[in-house]
């Protein structure tokens, strides 16, 4: 499955699935982020879902775009 948006800051990324569900008042959207750090191993990428220190205000960074993102799709807006 693709993401519906990726955001990246270096090494460090938040991606934005969208999920259908069935729910006892019919089908409904749920958003879902999924935060990664990539790094390399000898020649070989990994991705891992642990951070270090000095990694924690990119990763914060990063999901602060992410949940932009997420209420513009989810608010509710009133006339």
Sequence with gaps: M????LFRIGAISASVFVNEVD??????TVRNVNLQRRYKDGDEWKSSSSFSLPDLPTAIAVLNLAFEHLASQEAVIES
Aim: glycine share 30%.
């Design 2 to 5: 693709k993401p519906e948006r």
């Design 23 to 28: 729910g006892e008042g019919g089908k409904r």
